[in-house]
């Protein structure tokens, strides 16, 4: 944990009802996060890896009260970020910004490049007329986008510049923290290095603090000193990216780092290939939750039946594997 965080989540609960069934007679409860603790502290990078469909993406959204915990306390700043009536709520939204996957999805085909950054600097009041203007312009010439960008529309525009636009937009309320939910993985590889350095160079500039969620591991170094990695609804190994990337202790950190290409080519990793897909989280099994895919060659009985807790391994290096040692 962080000396002074920006955002704090404690014990952060999520879970959704939704009908089942030929005429959705049934009700299934989805567990999609499961007592989450994590901070974020001002200008920094946490990253947030896991396979799709972990909770990664519910967890950012609930953070920002975009959907309702089921329990559990975020503080952004130290207020209670779920006690906070509609008109506090708008305040704070001002504060905490999320950019998407999918550019393409977020932006209002409709709207001009420069309407939709324009849109919340008028919500929010904070310029209007040609102040608002000269606003936007500087805002999408600092992500990178050509004189002229504020007219046009985003099919005018690469996945790239999209993206750059929508990185506008949330800027455009000066916002001090930002979900980065999976930014470049809707991109090609060949601009996601050109988005990722924007996205440092504005928290250089700027004093941002981002949570930045991904499901590459390679990714996430790049950009996070300190990862979060997430596995059905649940943090099971937490820490500076250095400690996790060189001595993964979990065995699902491990299997999944085994994925990541080594850049010296002299350096030869054994693939670990998880079995099968991450269980239901609508009926997540008992013990840990990555028993039934975990090849660790100790795996007891203790795996099945006791869920097992974080455990400080090393100076701010936590995992939750009855088994992980030093
Ligand atoms: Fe594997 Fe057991 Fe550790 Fe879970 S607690 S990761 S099943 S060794």
Do not use: W
Request: glycine content about 8%; aromatic content about 4%.
């Amino acid at each position: 944990m962080t000396a002074t965080p920006l955002v704090e989540v404690r014990d952060l609960v999520t879970h959704f009802t939704h009908r089942v069934g030929l005429f959705g007679t049934r009700r299934e409860v989805v567990q999609a996060v499961n007592g989450v603790s994590l901070d974020v502290a001002a200008r920094e990078t946490l990253g947030l890896v896991g396979e799709s469909g972990c909770g990664k993406t519910t967890l950012g959204r609930t953070i920002l009260r975009l959907v309702a915990r089921t329990s559990g306390e975020v503080r952004f700043d130290g207020q209670d970020v779920f006690a906070l009536d509609l008109a506090a709520l708008r305040r704070m939204r001002r504060r905490m910004q999320i950019i998407f996957q999918d550019p393409d999805g977020s932006l209002n085909p409709r709207l001009s490049i420069g309407r939709a950054v324009r849109e919340g600097i008028e919500v929010h009041r904070l310029a209007r007329g040609a102040e608002a203007d000269g606003r936007v312009e500087a805002l999408l010439a600092e992500v990178g986008l050509p004189a002229g960008s504020a007219a046009r529309y985003p099919h005018e525009f690469s996945g790239g510049q999209r993206q750059r636009a929508c990185i506008a937009r949330a800027l455009a309320v000066e916002p001090e923290f930002i979900v980065c939910d999976e930014p470049v993985s809707a991109l090609d590889v060949s601009v996601q290095a050109q988005v990722l350095n924007l996205l440092l160079d504005l928290q250089a500039r700027r004093g941002l603090s981002y949570l930045f969620i991904s499901h590459d591991l390679a990714v996430v170094r790049h950009v996070a000193p300190r990862v979060a990695v997430m596995y059905l609804g649940r943090i099971v190994e937490h820490g500076p990216s250095d400690g996790i990337y060189q001595r993964p202790l979990h065995p699902y950190t491990q299997a999944l780092l085994t994925a990541v290409p080594v850049p010296d080519p002299k350096t030869k990793r054994a693939r670990v290939v998880l079995a099968g897909d991450p269980p239901s989280p609508v009926n997540p099994p008992g013990g840990c939750p990555f028993h039934p895919r975990c090849q660790h060659p100790g795996k007891n009985e203790s795996c099945r039946t006791v869920r097992p807790e974080l455990r400080e391994l090393a100076p701010g290096h936590q995992v939750a594997c009855h088994l992980a040692d030093r």
